[in-house]
């Protein structure tokens, strides 16, 4: 298993927030369209991994992508 962590030092995201952040179309950006995550969610799942989302108002927000290693889709080889 691959694990990369991308962690920002921002405002967070609001805990009531935090469960509609990778459905399509939200956002609370002025000109956000809400599919970044969307998408980012549907290709990590593509690779059989999981992508998780971590956030505290005033202290950032960490999103966490987990892709397995050497599996080639289709053929079940490492």
Do not use: C, W
Request: proline share 4%; charged share 20%.
């Amino acid at each position: 298993m691959v694990k990369a962590e991308i962690q920002d030092s921002g405002i967070g995201i609001p805990e009531q927030d935090l469960g509609k952040v990778f459905e399509p179309l939200y956002t609370n950006k002025a000109k956000g369209i809400g599919l970044g995550l969307t998408l980012a969610q549907s290709i990590v799942a593509a690779h059989q991994g999981t992508i998780e989302i971590k956030s505290q108002l005033g202290h950032g927000t960490t999103v966490t992508i987990k892709l397995p290693m050497g599996v080639r889709k289709g053929d079940g080889k490492s």
